[in-house]
Nanobody
Framework: VQLVESGGGLVQPGDSLRLSCAAS?????????MTWVRQAPGKGPEWVSA????????YYLDSVKGRFTISRNNANNTVYLQMNSLTPEDTAVYYC?????????WGQGTQVTVSS
């Protein structure tokens, strides 16, 4: 299983970014829920958002509700995180994650820095 995140960058407060996570490796992407987790400098991992295998259910950290939107395209094995109204508190490395039969798979992460 391979997960490759992209789309991070340096932006100003109030800006937007769209993160992508492309999955490969022979697993049936559309059968699994997907998660975004972030880790800010000097802090532990923080769960951000999740989406059910069919995209029908989505879940968010309270502090990102109304600003972030998770979505997926099972035809191209990709999960997205649209992030609007970014604040410095959103600065972190963002990882996508999938749990397959109790084993967690992670990508390499993509850095998001929000700074004026």
């Amino acid at each position: 299983v391979q997960l490759v995140e992209s789309g991070g960058g340096l932006v100003q407060p109030g800006d937007s970014l769209r993160l992508s996570c492309a999955a490969s490796g022979g697993f049936t992407f559309g059968s699994y829920d997907m998660t975004w987790v972030r880790q800010a400098p000097g802090k532990g991992p923080e769960w951000v958002s999740a989406i059910s295998h069919d995209g029908g259910r989505t879940y968010y950290l309270d502090s990102v509700k109304g600003r972030f939107t998770i979505s997926r395209n099972n035809a191209n094995n990709t999960v997205y995180l649209q992030m609007n109204s970014l604040t410095p508190e959103d600065t972190a490395v963002y990882y996508c994650n999938v749990d397959i039969w109790g084993y967690d798979y992670w990508g390499q992460g993509t850095q998001v820095t929000v700074s004026s």
